[in-house]
């Protein structure tokens, strides 16, 4: 089911005008299992996108923290200090955190603006 509603939520982005999706590239997993999921939630974008044209690209861990942060093997708690105290956010959690990093990354990379992409 968790691929099921993965790929809803993608569909549901694109119908609200979403034209791009930008994930983390994932190189080294803690175990086998969250290997696995990965490659399937990886799959699901890559199925959901390619079906509908929509477009979407990856970006490695250390690309995106060093473009955004300065520092390419910055550990989570100093990024998510960082994102409070450098881009005005009230991100609770480094999960949080790295999404906005990913999202100053994409905006940098194809030139767009934050109100070109959804909230």
């Known amino acids: 089911m968790r691929y099921l509603r993965f790929q809803n939520y993608l569909i549901a982005l694109a119908a ?3 034209e791009m999706i930008v994930f983390e590239e994932v ?4 175990g086998t299992a969250a290997a ?3 490659g399937g939630l990886v799959a ?3 199925a959901v996108c390619e079906a ?4 979407y690209t990856s970006v490695p861990i250390g690309t995106w923290k060093k473009a955004v942060c300065g520092k390419g093997n910055i550990k989570p708690a ?3 200090a ?4 450098n881009m005005a956010s009230s991100c609770k959690t480094e ?3 790295a999404a906005l990093c990913i999202l100053e990354w994409a905006e940098r990379q194809y030139n767009a603006s934050e109100a070109d992409y959804l909230q």
């Not at 190189?27 to 803690?30: A, K, Q, S, W």
């Not at 509908?52 to 477009?55: A, L, T, V």
């Not at 960082?82 to 105290?85: I, L, M, R």
Request: hydrophobic share 35%; proline share 0%.
């Open 27 to 30: 190189r080294h997993h803690v």
């Open 44 to 46: 699901m974008i890559t």
């Open 36 to 38: 696995h999921v990965y």
């Open 78 to 80: 100093d990024y998510l």
């Open 95 to 97: 999960d949080e955190a």
């Open 16 to 18: 609200r005008g979403a």
């Open 82 to 85: 960082f994102v409070q105290e």
């Open 52 to 55: 509908h044209e929509y477009q």
